[in-house]
């Protein structure tokens, strides 16, 4: 059995749906959670921060990597067969795509990656058509660096905004495995 990476950002409207296909892959793969401080630690409309801790790790069956300190062996013990980060927030797509390793799930990626092994990025930002365009194109031309496909959720009242389509997560991280980008990216 494959050992999958899930790796949690703070976009919480999409945790339901992430938490949701984590279930769903947990048939197939090992799984070992990750989660950003932010992920970790915040109550919000959608959750408190205990009820999605107490959920993933009732799925997985292992604690949350939710500190550096805790991600960073992910490299040189070579845990992960791929990594998955979902959701993926502006805010880290942006930190990947310049370097910035200081949160777990950014350490975690770059632990991972120095393995030459997939990374998979299911994005989920309300400004992926603005600001973060950038940072999404640099990142599609990184080596084993691969998107979930994407489409915009709500073009009349957030026209900025991307979400990853969840239910194509196991076909790409398949082809992610395969060294092959899932396509189209981009998804009516």
Same mark, same amino acid.
């Given at each position: 059995m494959l050992?999958? !990476? +899930?790796?949690? %950002? !703070?976009? +919480? %409207? @999409?945790?339901?749906?992430? @938490?949701?296909?984590l279930d769903r892959l947990k048939e197939k793969y090992s799984i070992v959670p990750v989660m950003s401080e932010a992920a970790y630690g915040t109550d919000t409309r959608f959750g408190k921060a205990e009820e999605h801790i107490s959920r993933i790790e009732e799925i997985t069956g292992k604690s949350i990597i939710h500190t550096i300190t805790d991600a960073e062996p992910i490299g040189p013990k070579k845990l992960l067969d791929a990594l998955i980060i979902c959701p993926c927030t502006g805010n880290t797509l942006g930190k990947l795509a310049n370097g910035i390793t200081d949160t777990p799930v950014t350490l975690a990626a770059k632990a991972h990656l120095r393995n030459g092994r997939p990374l998979l990025i299911s994005v989920s930002t309300n400004d992926a058509l603005a600001a973060s365009a950038k940072n999404i194109g640099a990142l599609m031309n990184y080596r084993n660096i691969f998107f979930v496909p994407m489409r915009q959720d709500d073009f009349i009242n957030k026209p900025n905004s991307i979400v990853a389509d969840f239910d194509m997560t196991e076909a790409a991280l398949e082809a992610a495995l395969d060294g092959r980008q899932l396509q189209p990216v981009l998804i009516k």
């Open positions: 050992n999958i !990476g +899930f790796a949690m %950002c !703070g976009s +919480f %409207c @999409t945790f339901k749906k992430a @938490t949701d296909l």
